[in-house]
């Protein structure tokens, strides 16, 4: 492990460097090395998911105002899933730096994205004890928030493809979207969008965009249907 590649990339300085080696040390190193004093990184990925999940459920509800919370759940369960944190551990170049034994090392156990997420957890866990939370939330704004903010996890809230599939489902039905109203100032515009399937009114939705509006529309007439 380079441990001072690892900081200068990251722009963090450790002052425990052992924490931060634990986090990347993989359980096959610690039982090739018992004579040593190597922990493996799993109680470290225990208290980084826990950091993870609150700094991104203070992210969600600081920048969303108009989000319910059954949406921010949604979003949320998207960003922290196996597959965004493996994603995130691989534009960091995490699995570079993983202590393996020489088993899990010929069988490929640096590539496996359960271990990257993992990996990308115990990280947060050891910044979080070394730094603190301010310094772990500032690690996930560099990292982790950009991509909320410019829809890399849009795909979960996308109503509008969800409804499009179950429709799709039936012959001879198609969906049409209607703005019915417009309020509020020309700063602060507010969108009512209806949605019908079939020339049947199915759902509305308001929104601060025409296409905010929509997938509320798109969303209501979808509890309406699996009510």
Do not use: W
């Not at 690690?139 to 996890?153: M, N, Q, Y």
């Not at 489902?169 to 049409?176: A, G, L, S």
């Not at 759902?203 to 965009?209: A, Q």
């Amino acid at each position: 492990m380079n441990v001072k590649q690892l900081e200068e990339k990251l722009n963090i300085t450790f002052k425990d460097h052992g924490i931060l080696k634990q986090a990347f040390t993989h359980s096959s190193y610690v039982n090739e090395h018992q004579g040593s004093l190597f922990l493996d990184y799993e109680r470290l990925e225990f208290l980084g998911d826990a950091v993870l999940e609150l700094g991104v459920s203070q992210y969600l509800y600081r920048n969303n105002k108009e989000m319910p919370e059954g949406e921010m759940t949604k979003l949320r369960a998207a960003i922290v899933c196996e597959a965004s944190l493996e994603n995130f551990s691989r534009n960091l170049e995490f699995g570079d730096q993983i202590l393996l034994g020489r088993g899990e090392e010929q069988t490929g156990g640096r590539d496996r994205p359960a271990l990257l997420a993992d990996i990308f957890e115990s990280f947060l866990g050891a910044l979080y004890l070394d730094q603190g939370y301010e310094v772990a939330i500032q690690f996930l704004e560099d990292f982790v928030f950009p991509k909320i903010s410019t829809g890399a996890f849009s795909h979960a809230m996308d109503y509008k493809s969800q409804l499009q599939e179950l429709v799709q489902q039936y012959k001879n039905q198609h969906i049409e979207y209607k703005i019915v109203d417009e309020k509020g100032p020309s700063h602060s515009k507010e969108f009512v969008t209806e949605v019908y399937v079939k020339n049947q009114k199915a759902g509305s939705g308001t929104g601060r965009t025409k296409k905010e509006s929509e997938q509320r529309a798109a969303k209501h007439a979808l509890d309406t249907f699996s009510g």
